[in-house]
């Protein structure tokens, strides 16, 4: 299973760009890089994921470094309610669909 | 309306009890998981089942009892727990369990064992 860094808490202001990397030296060719998120009481919500090209969705965009030794999940424009704690997490083809949270970025969004 | 419910939202018992939680999907999934969130501690998978069938024990303690009747309903029975198995309990389904298939979760069930 490929470890992954990400900081602890990251803070932003609300309508301005977010990005939140990830490290994932680890990682094997095949592995996917997904993107979840929690909000306060609620469970993960998937944002994206990828495998090398840079994804794209209503909700954010991925970028995946050309090595994938990283990636980086850009929120364009952070409202209040992207406050939530940012998983990245890398699956094997051998994981059975096994998600494997680490603590994750802790994101605040400010007025 | 997030696809995956999950019933009781809070749920508090006496460590001596018998109770059950319960998943149910209406995706058209075939996998479905269980995992635990205990304070300060990041997720960790507890069951994966697939086409019913339970594929993934992650060295849960028997005192949690998975079942899987059906494709759309997922259960997690719960008897003689401890103090330390108070956490959320969520769980979640996939179309299957490719690594290319993102995860849907419930809100999940806070169990509080007095």
């Known amino acids: 299973d490929a470890k992954t860094t990400q900081p602890n808490s990251m803070e932003s202001n609300e309508e301005e760009p977010v990005h939140l990397p990830c490290n994932h030296s680890?990682?094997?060719?095949?592995?996917?890089i997904h993107w979840y998120r929690q909000l306060p009481s609620q469970g993960p919500e998937y944002v994206i994921h990828g495998l090398t090209s840079n994804v794209n969705n209503r909700m954010a965009s991925l970028a995946i470094a050309e090595d994938r030794k990283s990636s980086t999940l850009i929120l364009h424009r952070a409202t209040l309610r992207d406050a939530a704690v940012y998983y990245c997490?890398?699956?094997?083809?051998?994981?059975?669909?096994?998600?494997?949270f680490g603590q994750g970025t802790e994101l605040s969004v400010k007025p | 309306e997030t696809g995956v419910t999950q019933t009781p939202r809070h749920l508090v018992m006496g460590m001596t009890n018998k109770k059950s939680l319960k998943c149910e999907q209406h995706l058209g999934h075939n996998a479905m998981y269980w995992y635990k969130q205990s304070a300060k501690k990041p997720l960790e998978l507890m069951f994966v089942y697939s086409l019913e069938e339970r594929v993934e024990n992650n060295s849960v303690p028997s005192r949690f009892s998975p079942e899987c009747p059906n494709s759309s309903h997922l259960f997690l029975h719960l008897h003689t727990l401890q103090p330390e198995d108070s956490a959320l309990y969520l769980c979640a389904s996939s179309q299957d369990r490719d690594r290319n298939q993102p995860q849907h979760f419930g809100d999940g069930t806070r169990l509080s064992i007095l």
């Open positions: 680890t990682i094997s060719g095949t592995d996917y």
């Open positions: 997490i890398p699956i094997s083809y051998n994981q059975g669909g096994k998600l494997i």
